[in-house]
């Protein structure tokens, strides 16, 4: 998995497509996710993708409070570094129904991206875990696009193909908005088989319509 984006290479003489997965993850549920998103984007021919953090805005990162499982290793993204991608998914705890105050935080830096219109035309989706099964799943990933569309970005969600979305015979998180986990008040929860499928879908589905989108 590339770490970072270069310069563009070619794919059977089309421009590779440069997909990025940036999260903020606190215990390592959105992490998780981010994964699983990447592992599906790169099933995609002539697709790159990068894993970047968020930074924490905390003076101590709360993920140090308890045993965490996220990766220190991945590096910090920068918000002005994306303008270098095609597509780029953002993954965020919920806070109150809301994105994380750490990825509010690293959205309100793309101001000079917005001036430029630096993002139009790119394609923007989002993923979040709760504590709850109606934790906010819907109403997080919204607070994320809405900013998404200010930039003139393509919202792309999960559709209900995906028969995951349906399922009743368990709790799992997963919404047409987005892929979710449920983590539990205590945070032991970890990311079902069922929640990881649509959200190794949602990396796929994305990367596929991107590619579609620079090759026409």
């Known amino acids: ?23 903020y993850s606190s215990y390592g549920h959105v992490e998780t996710l981010a994964r699983a998103i990447a592992k599906g984007a790169e ?20 993920s140090k409070a308890r045993a965490s499982r996220v990766d220190e290793s991945v590096p910090m993204a920068s918000p002005s570094e994306l303008a270098d991608y095609d597509a780029i998914f953002f993954g965020t705890p919920a806070r109150f129904g809301n994105m994380a105050p750490a990825m509010s935080y690293f959205l309100d830096r793309t101001l000079p991206l917005w001036l430029k219109g630096s993002l139009i035309g790119k394609i923007g989706a989002a993923f979040t875990s709760t504590a709850s099964q109606h934790g906010g799943h819907d109403t997080t990933i919204s607070s994320v696009h809405t900013t998404l569309r200010h930039h003139g970005m393509i919202i792309v969600g999960v559709p209900y193909s995906v028969t995951e979305l349906l399922r009743t015979d368990e709790i799992t998180g997963g919404t047409p908005f987005g892929a979710s986990t449920i983590t539990g008040e205590d945070g032991s929860r970890q990311p079902s088989d069922n929640e990881l499928e649509i959200a190794r879908f949602q990396g796929k589905h994305v990367a596929e319509i991107a590619k579609k989108l620079a090759r026409s």
């Open 43 to 62: 099933a995609v021919s002539g697709v790159e993708v990068s894993l970047k953090r968020v930074p924490p805005i905390t003076p101590r990162d709360p």
């Open 1 to 23: 998995m590339a770490q970072a984006a270069g310069d563009s290479a070619q794919y059977g003489g089309v421009p590779v497509v440069k997909i990025l997965v940036v999260y």
